[in-house]
């Protein structure tokens, strides 16, 4: 599946974004997908994800209670609602998918074989 990560942006600590990952696949339902993250000079990090048939998403320790995974299966769109935003929070975001993770893989990166291209998220302060 290709994805397309949109969304990102510039907002002042304490803002809100959100991110969007369009499919191309009309499948994408069958699909787990997540957001990782990459702050310059670190390495990726895994943020969230939603497994295709479960009704709750799993969060980074650093994002939980801030941030929110969900998925529009009719438009084949992941989102990333990102809430109290802080400038730890920079990074490029990237969105991945695959059909085939299980529960212990969800926060795994290579557990998923499809990657956007990634939006940058930068949080001022």
């Known amino acids: 599946v290709q994805l397309q990560a949109s969304g990102g942006g510039l907002v002042q600590a304490g803002g809100s974004l959100r991110l969007s990952c369009a499919a191309s696949?009309?499948?994408?339902?069958?699909?787990?997908v997540a957001w990782f993250r990459q702050a310059p000079g670190m390495d990726r990090k895994f943020v969230a994800a939603?497994?295709?048939?479960?009704?709750?998403?799993l969060y980074s320790d650093s994002v939980k209670g801030r941030f929110t995974i969900s998925r529009d299966n009719a438009r084949k769109t992941v989102y990333l609602q990102m809430n109290s935003l802080r400038p730890e929070d920079t990074a490029v975001y990237y969105c991945?998918?695959?059909?085939?993770?299980?529960?212990?893989?969800?926060?795994?990166?290579?557990?998923?074989?499809?990657w956007g291209q990634g939006t940058q998220v930068t949080v001022s302060s």
């Open positions: 939603f497994k295709r048939n479960n009704s709750n998403g």
């Open positions: 696949e009309s499948t994408f339902s069958r699909y787990t």
């Open positions: 991945a998918a695959d059909p085939s993770v299980i529960s212990s893989n969800l926060a795994s990166q290579t557990a998923y074989a499809s």
